[in-house]
């Protein structure tokens, strides 16, 4: 078990790499251990975009804090996944004191990369090393002209290349149009959607948004493409059959899935990865995922002869899936859309007019739930913790009233430390 300052125990931390593949003896000490330790329901909880591990054990052992006092008498055990992804140190995390460079990067009057960012740029990227610096270097510089423009969206599609693996949300996506398209022309459209999310932060007065503060958004959205695939890998080949192997050893425990961000996709793919036959899982808690609000749909609403990939994945619950939603997650309601869709839209398009320009085909889950999967119950936090929630199925929870707190460009995407939300996964697991 690890970290002993953590809020709870037993608390156990599993380790996967970039491929899935998960860190043995943190692995064998798990099922050796949940048995002997008497944990009935063990919640297993996979962080988003984050930078270190140090990080993570952070957001595990305040979110988990709550716990000893909402369910006193439950046998739980905890585990906190520990899986390779980054954040840019300048986005805000409610109630997580910023780092010194995020507050040095906060003050310049230019989006350039704190050494933060740019150290986690170098992990997530490490044979692109040249190209990270490259691209460092531009956005000081800010070259005028398109060429500039045109050349910094040549060196963020380099990146790419080793972000490939990993399964799509739905049977018809591909690489988002904004590594496709004209660098120039989405920086400006990125440029716009800053500056409507935070008319102070990025351009003063009222002339027209520098594109180069939409470049700097691009590199990001790259990021956050690699990191998206990397979750879908890392559920489907790491933990889903890790929780089978638990369940060979452990046949008695009850496990819960939680999942914030990309670590939502990440357990949401664990159902594809998990072995048949396994009915560990009895439920599965989305913390404002990041991916399609179409995945589980057995029909695309704008093509019904496709589908989500996780069509009817949610039937491997033997529980119900719960997804928490906020329209005031700026990440998945304004920049998701943008990065997600795959045909261009000459149309410009910002703040709040996202999603009426785009339609609802690049949604996010985080953003409004699941969408088109029949049966889908729809309610507000009050109700939901009013309960009961119901046994099986998709159960989209508007949990505004909570996560609300934040600053551009991700918005409330991270305000997820609250006990109404820690009440939410007892409830999903029916946790006493």
Not at 231 to 236: C, D, F, L, T, Y
Not at 400 to 424: M, Q
């Amino acid at each position: 078990m690890a970290d002993p300052g953590m809020s709870v125990t037993p608390y156990w931390e599993l380790t996967f790499d970039a491929d899935g593949d998960v860190d043995g003896p943190e692995r064998d000490r798990l099922t050796a251990q949940v048995t002997d330790r008497g944990v009935r329901d063990l919640v297993v909880f996979a962080h988003g975009w984050n930078n270190d591990r140090s990080g993570a054990t952070a957001l595990y052992r305040r979110f988990f804090a709550p716990v000893s006092e909402l369910a006193p008498r439950a046998r739980l055990g905890y585990v906190g996944v520990i899986w390779p992804s980054m954040r840019f140190s300048d986005e805000p995390i409610p109630d997580f004191p910023r780092s010194v460079a995020a507050e040095e990067a906060g003050a310049a009057p230019r989006p350039a990369l704190d050494k933060d960012t740019r150290r986690a740029l170098l992990e997530t990227f490490p044979d692109r090393t040249t190209v990270v610096d490259r691209l460092a270097r531009m956005l000081d510089e800010r070259p005028g002209g398109e060429a500039g423009l045109t050349e910094f969206g040549r060196l963020v599609r380099l990146l790419l290349d080793e972000g490939r693996r990993g399964a799509a949300d739905t049977d018809e996506e591909g690489e988002p149009a904004v590594f496709t398209l004209d660098p120039a022309g989405v920086c400006e459209e990125l440029a716009g959607a800053l500056a409507a999310l935070d008319p102070a932060g990025t351009t003063a007065g009222f002339g027209l948004p520098d594109p180069w503060d939409g470049a700097k958004e691009l590199l990001r959205q790259a990021t956050y493409y690699t990191m998206k695939r990397r979750a879908g890998a890392v559920g489907e080949h790491g933990l889903g059959p890790l929780v089978g192997r638990l369940a060979e050893a452990a046949p008695g425990v009850r496990v819960h899935l939680v999942g914030h961000s990309f670590g939502g996709r990440l357990v949401a793919f664990a159902l594809r990865g998990l072995p048949e036959g396994v009915r560990a899982v009895k439920s599965v808690t989305l913390l404002q995922g990041a991916f399609s609000h179409y995945a589980f749909a057995s029909r695309l609403p704008h093509d019904p002869d496709r589908a989500g990939a996780l069509k009817g994945r949610e039937r491997r619950i033997d529980g119900p899936l719960v997804c928490c939603h906020s329209h005031f997650d700026s990440a998945l309601g304004t920049f998701y859309p943008l990065a997600s869709r795959l045909a261009g839209d000459d149309r410009s398009c910002a703040g709040n007019e996202i999603a009426a320009v785009l339609g609802p085909r690049w949604g996010a889950m985080g953003h409004d739930g699941v969408q088109a999967v029949s049966g889908t119950a729809r309610t507000d936090l009050a109700a939901a913790l009013a309960g009961p929630l119901p046994a099986s199925g998709c159960v989209s929870v508007d949990v505004a009233a909570v996560v609300r707190r934040g600053g551009a460009p991700s918005g409330a995407h991270s305000d997820i430390v609250h006990p109404e939300l820690v009440r939410v996964v007892l409830a999903a697991g029916r946790i006493a």
